[in-house]
């Protein structure tokens, strides 16, 4: 059986969030998100402070750039399974606790290897949180909102990313580049103890919840254990949304990595100016995470066909995101590329709720497993798509990388269309799909 196939019946109310307990533990993980981006960027922020600092080479900084990456890429699907073998409430305590003791690490670097080792310890404990927080969300969501806290979260982490320039800068600027990050690791190791908390790994652990809240889940895993992962059914379910990830995740490098240099280079823009400017661009990916989760959440609503619903918002996600590319290059103007490429990151980010939906639809006992066989295929971009963008760009200018793009994006839009995951619960395997509340 397809993934929650069913046939069509009227629309319903979605399950409320508010005057919730798990309004306010998506609130909390909205801050964790927030803060999970404001640590892995921020040495870009500071990284010229710390060359002179630390008298390091240009090669050494590509090294310690890339050792989040790395660790971070491959370690995906072992953090999600750490996660659900301790519980998300024990997991992500020591995820922030060590990631938080990573950043202060970063601050107290004497050189290359201790600020390369701080940077592999981030992508060490970071490669497990989102898997993990997406175990807890599928204990604690209803399924008809499960694409819409995907996308409240998701947007958290870009304006994390968006702020984390000003935040580090303006502490560089207070009191040197050591504090800022001292400052970010005790803010992380204090989110850590909040979540230890506040969090329950049962939504019936938690003192209080009412049986109203715990009614309106009935679809939701009830035991605190976890059955042997069904490694032969879910890989195959999974490795077509990684690659679709792989597609989303390569196209979102370009942006984050290579965007100011584009505007700068083609447009002849100063610092203020093109950072202004990046800055509005990515502005249009906050929306669209949000955006992309409610509408996946609305035709499941609506079709009672989770299949249709996060195809149907990945397909339109990524068509539009490769449209809107095109006239960056067909016309030259600074409004028309601003205007189009913020359009495209919008699209691009229709689907990253939608992509970390769908492991907590497939698999919801196994989630944090699943969602790290998903995220690998993001991670994986993550180490490729400087390196090849680079490359092609040295060779041939701006406008062949973003080509590629482009066809990378059409290519995932029809593996999205074709992919038909299964869902699997320890009871039978493929179950029908969850009854709505």
Known sequence: MSLLEDKPTAAVTATPMRGRVRGNVVIILCVMYAISYIDRTNISTALPTIQASLHLTTNELGWVVSAFSIPYALLQVFGGNIGERFGARKALFWIALLWGVATLATGLSIG??????????????????????????????????????????????????AAAPLVVAWLIVWAGWRVSFLVLGVVSIVWGVIWFAYFRNRPDEHKRVTQVELDEMPDRPKSAARPPVPWRRLIPSMVPVAFVDFGYGW?????????????????????????????????????????????????????????????NTLVIGLIGSAA?????????????????????????????ATLWAIPMDTAPEWAGTASGMMNTGFGIAGILSPIVFAAVLSATGWQWPFFASIVLLLVAAVVAWRMNPRRITSADGLAPAPSLP
């Open 112 to 161: 290359f290897w201790t600020l390369f080792g701080a940077r592999v310890l981030l992508g060490l404990t970071e490669a497990a949180a989102f898997p993990t927080a997406t175990s807890a969300m599928t204990r604690w969501v209803p399924s008809d909102r499960n694409g819409f806290v995907q996308g409240v979260v998701h947007s958290a982490s870009r304006l994390g990313n």
């Open 251 to 311: 196209t979102l490098w370009v942006f984050l990595t290579w965007l100011p240099s584009f505007l700068g280079d083609s447009y002849g823009l100063k610092l203020l100016s093109y950072a202004g400017f990046t800055s509005v661009v990515l502005i249009g990916g906050v929306f669209g995470d949000t955006v992309g989760g409610m509408v996946s959440d609305a035709f499941y609503r609506r079709t009672r066909d989770m299949r249709k619903s996060r195809r």
């Open 324 to 352: 809107w590319l095109v006239p960056v290059f067909a016309i030259h103007n600074l409004v028309v590329a601003i205007v189009s490429l913020t359009i495209s990151f919008f699209f691009l980010e229709l689907c990253n």
